[in-house]
């Protein structure tokens, strides 16, 4: 922790300031692909452009109505902006703490972030193929999953032919890795 000074004279000492818990928020960074992130520039946009000023117009003609404090229109239109809002700050916080990460530009030796992993469970022999990508990008169902995952976090670093024990809510699962390839997501 660092503390700041002032030059004698030049007001009361300053209280300490913890300057890595400022700077923390920041330097979490957010891993995603292009794709990911021209995704969240466009619903960003849209939010600002379209949904934000219809939600205006939705409020105007609500207290055109009259008595706000039992217009049900002006209170749903109200908490309506609020949600918009929320939403607007966040996906701008993920914008300005994103890490673009290309891909196809990574080394296929060992599982990284954006390749695609074809496994093989070694006790049913069933197989699956999973993309490796960042939480706002994942859908489990079309096998996109989050880095921050279980099975994720522990393909990470493997390669070919290493296996990887996977703890998830069913059990623990033995998979072979048989493939890794680089694909734009």
Not at 74 to 98: N, T, V, Y
Not at 110 to 120: A, E, I, P, T, W
Not at 162 to 169: A, K
């Amino acid at each position: 922790m660092e503390r700041c000074r002032r030059a004698p004279g030049y007001g009361a000492p300053t209280a300490p300031i913890d300057f890595e818990a400022i700077l923390r928020p920041m330097s979490d960074r957010i891993p995603m692909t292009r794709l990911g992130f021209d995704k969240l520039e466009a619903e960003l946009k849209k939010i600002k452009t379209q949904d934000r000023p219809a939600n205006v117009k939705e409020i105007e003609e609500a207290r055109a109505h009259g008595d706000i404090s039992e217009n049900a229109e002006f209170h749903a239109a109200k908490e309506r902006q609020s949600h918009l809002d929320g939403r607007i700050r966040l996906i701008e916080d993920k914008l300005a703490r994103a890490q673009v990460i290309d891909p196809t530009d990574q080394d296929v030796s060992c599982v990284r972030f954006g390749h695609k992993v074809d496994l093989v469970d070694t006790d049913t022999d069933e197989k699956v193929s999973y993309t490796i990508l960042g939480e706002e990008e994942s859908d489990a169902a079309n096998g996109r999953i989050s880095v921050t995952s279980p099975v994720a976090r522990a393909l990470l670093g493997k390669a070919e032919g290493d296996e990887v024990s996977v703890r998830i809510p069913k059990g623990t699962r033995v998979f072979e890795v048989l493939k890794i390839r680089a694909e734009e997501a």
